[in-house]
């Protein structure tokens, strides 16, 4: 086996093999590929090196499928890390990183609220009072589990990579393989909407393949933004104004 290493804080290398370890445990019920953990050991994390190729619709589909499978073996409870994990996760590039919250919740839009969305917008320097009013508004609906779908009290939540954006999927000849997990107990839409976010190739086959084995709640191609959310404010606070613009304008959408 080829082999990667990255360096990062003590804290950091343990988060992320957590993640890819809790992830993996769904591979032998049809989950998704994920790099496989060779050691972390301090500030060394060990893992297979993926050799890559262009993705093809046929391994997109099946990636979709795969995907299903691996929220269906779900978490603990909404906004729980990997099984085992204490306290709170990491969020963010490396180097750069925020403390993710890992609280448990009853369900989806109260997680969502509390843990994804409030603390982020606190760190936004570009928002007033009038804006940090327009995310409270949305904030009070999601607890109130008005988005939740097949996502609130007494359902399973979905293990997520909580960070699936086009480039931690890595995809060889045949098949697609996951890296750099952000995972907690959350909703289905989260891990979906954030390969929208920057444009995944041939979502239109992920999304058909994932809907094979596990259909869509009603409506949910009008929440892609809301569960892009956290992490359009996560990059309004690192990166600045002109995420915290598009955050703003997602949030009145749903109020």
Not at 18 to 31: E, F, K, N, S
Not at 75 to 103: D, T
Request: aromatic share 8%; glycine share 12%; charged share 25%.
């Amino acid at each position: 086996m080829e082999i990667f290493s990255k360096h990062g804080t003590e804290r950091a290398v343990d988060w992320e093999a957590a993640g890819l370890r809790w992830l993996g445990q769904a591979q032998d019920d049809g989950g998704a590929r994920v790099a496989e953990v060779v050691s972390a050991e301090g500030e060394r994390l060990v893992i297979e090196r993926i050799s890559e190729s262009s993705p093809d619709r046929s391994i997109a589909c099946d990636f979709g499928a795969r995907l299903a499978r691996t929220h269906q073996a779900g978490a603990e409870a909404y906004g729980a890390g990997p099984a085992g994990w204490e306290g709170s996760g990491l969020q963010g590039p490396a180097g750069n990183q925020l403390e993710l919250p890992l609280n448990h919740h009853s369900n989806w839009g109260s997680m969502w609220a509390q843990e994804r969305i409030a603390p982020l917008v606190r760190k936004v320097e570009d928002y007033g009072a009038h804006e940090r009013g327009v995310f409270g508004e949305l904030c009070a609906l999601l607890r109130e589990g008005n988005f939740d779908g097949s996502y609130g009290e007494g359902a399973t939540p979905a293990r997520v990579h909580g960070d699936l954006w086009a480039g931690n999927v890595l995809w060889t000849e045949s098949e697609a393989v996951l890296i750099d997990p952000t995972p907690y107990g959350g909703h289905p839409e989260d891990d979906l909407a954030a390969l929208a976010l920057f444009g995944a190739p041939h979502l239109d086959d992920i999304i058909q393949g994932y809907q094979q084995v596990s259909p869509l709640d009603k409506g949910w191609e009008d929440r892609v933004e809301l569960h892009q959310l956290h992490l359009l404010l996560l990059h309004a606070v690192l990166f600045g104004a002109d995420y915290a613009r598009q955050a703003l304008k997602v949030a009145r959408k749903y109020i």
